[in-house]
């Protein structure tokens, strides 16, 4: 079983900062693409930014600027580090990796999703 758990969502002031974590454990062989969407209320979930086991990365043009993705592969752990958040950030934060377990089929597993609230 796999499973990704997600931290550092909260309530932050329009200009401030958050940086969200997402550790993946349990029967892991090897992760491809890690990466956050986000969901907005009565929004579609859309793609913040993601990275490759290599370190590329790719980031929504709304995000550019002002937010950076990296991850540490020794931990299994992916970042999103949110600066300069505006109101319009608001929604809940999801993370998601690609992954091949010892046992099972490669797939996207998913976090359960951290609360990020920007306001005043």
């Known amino acids: 079983q796999v499973q990704l758990v997600e931290s550092g969502g909260g309530l932050v002031q329009p200009g401030g900062s958050l940086r969200l974590s997402c550790a993946a454990s349990?029967?892991?062989?090897?992760?491809?693409?890690m990466g956050w969407y986000r969901q907005a209320p009565g929004k579609q979930r859309e793609l913040v930014a993601n990275?490759?086991?290599?370190?590329?990365?790719n980031s929504a043009d709304s995000v550019k600027g002002r937010f950076t993705i990296s991850r540490d592969n020794a931990k299994n752990t992916v970042y999103l580090q949110t600066n300069s958040l505006k109101p319009e950030d608001t929604a809940v934060y999801y993370c998601?990796?690609?992954?091949?377990?010892?046992?099972?089929?490669?797939?996207?597993?998913w976090g359960q999703g951290t609360q990020v609230t920007v306001s005043s």
């Open positions: 990275i490759t086991s290599g370190g590329n990365t």
């Open positions: 998601y990796a690609d992954i091949r377990p010892y046992w099972g089929r490669r797939d996207d597993y």
């Open positions: 349990g029967n892991i062989f090897s992760i491809y693409a």
